[in-house]
């Protein structure tokens, strides 16, 4: 059965440290999605992507962040100077419609 | 604007006993509902989904939930809980958009399953 992947499955880094997280969507999704989760706390939406766009994005989503699709397979996260605060799990989603299958999460560690 | 509500931050049963997580909506639409579960130190795994089809949804692992438009509930249910059962469980709605889904996770239930 196909799955989202996302590399790595843990990331330490240091506060200002550009940090890139990864994602394989399942290969006939269109939709792709970025989520956090900060430790004991829900899930947050932090952005979709459809069409080589962002389709929406949360407050959460501020200048640090980007993504990209950069090959039409690898769907990534970049966040461009690390905070302590951005120490969460960061899920990848992707769907074709309606239901959204999600990756293993990569934990970051920012110290 | 949507909203989900998991009335238990916890849940403790007997192994064996029934399961209940309880789940409250509010949507602006009919939505699509979902069960995730996510194990200690995994991802999340989509249990059940209720996209306006059947009322009453069967998922994976033996659960099942009913969806209650006139109480916007979305109750999860299992008959006889399983050591394996223990996680967190997260509540879901969704209301498709013109170019996403615009998915609302629940703040979760945590499910102890007691030998």
């Known amino acids: 059965e196909p799955e989202v992947t996302q590399t790595p499955s843990h990331q330490v880094t240091q506060m200002g440290q550009e940090v890139i997280l990864r994602c394989v969507p399942i290969?006939?999704?269109?939709?792709f999605y970025w989520y956090r989760q900060i430790l004991g706390q829900k899930v947050e939406f932090l952005v979709s992507f459809y069409n080589n766009e962002i389709s929406e994005k949360s407050e959460i989503f501020d200048d640090q962040f980007s993504v990209e699709r950069p090959d039409g397979s690898n769907f990534t996260l970049k966040i461009r100077s690390t905070k302590l605060e951005d120490s969460a799990m960061y899920f990848c989603?992707?769907?074709?419609?309606?239901?959204?299958?999600f990756g293993p999460g990569t934990r970051l560690l920012v110290l | 604007a949507q909203s989900v509500t998991q009335l238990d931050s916890h849940v403790s049963v007997s192994e064996g006993t029934p399961v209940l997580l309880r789940c409250n909506y509010s949507s602006s639409y009919s939505p699509s509902l979902f069960w995730y579960v996510q194990h200690p130190n995994k991802g999340l795994q989509l249990l059940l989904k209720y996209t306006s089809a059947a009322t009453l949804v069967k998922g994976i692992n033996g659960f099942e939930a009913e969806f209650k438009k006139s109480e916007t509930s979305f109750h999860l249910t299992k008959p006889s809980a399983h050591m394996s059962d223990a996680a967190e469980y997260f509540c879901v709605v969704s209301e498709l958009k013109t170019s996403y889904d615009k998915v609302i996770f629940g703040p979760g239930t945590s499910l102890s399953v007691i030998p």
């Open positions: 989603a992707s769907s074709v419609i309606e239901t959204q299958y």
């Open positions: 290969s006939n999704h269109l939709y």
